[in-house]
């Protein structure tokens, strides 16, 4: 079903692998990206992949949407995990692109049932390692 806002469906296969992350943690972070006014998977990480991996796998200068699983330790010493997603828009991508991928992301987020945390990134720095840590209750 398309976005009324912005007419961007979401392709079932964005549904799914989400699931897959979630459920079976299949993927240790998904790409997403708006193509003939769809959102669809761009790239998906293998579990052994790190965080620098995924960070490099978003473009400099164009808008991705991104999920990825956070794995840490609390200060109890329980393994947890936090889903978290960022909407990527550098300075550098297009102010169209910008739009639609502002004007989407609720609806896009909404289709993905199980994010813990969001961040909206304009540069690497907003989505450091650091931020998701504080954000996620981790040490």
């Given at each position: ?111 993905l049932d199980g ?25």
């Amino acid at each position: 079903m398309a976005n009324a806002a912005s007419g961007i469906a979401v392709h079932d296969d964005c549904k799914l692998k989400f699931l897959e992350l979630k459920a079976k943690r299949t993927y240790r972070f998904i790409v997403f990206k708006i193509e003939e006014k769809q959102v669809i998977v761009e790239k998906l990480g293998e579990p052994a992949n790190s965080y620098e991996d995924f960070t490099a796998s978003l473009p400099a200068d164009e808008c991705r949407y991104a999920v990825y699983d956070y794995d840490f330790v609390t200060e109890e010493n329980c393994q947890k995990s936090r889903i978290v997603f960022i909407a990527w828009s550098p300075d550098t991508s297009k102010v169209r692109s910008k739009m639609i991928y502002a004007s989407s992301k609720d609806r896009f987020k909404r289709e993905l049932d199980g994010i813990q945390i969001e961040l909206q990134a304009t540069d690497p720095t907003e989505m450091g390692l650091d931020v998701i840590k504080s954000r996620s209750g981790s040490t």
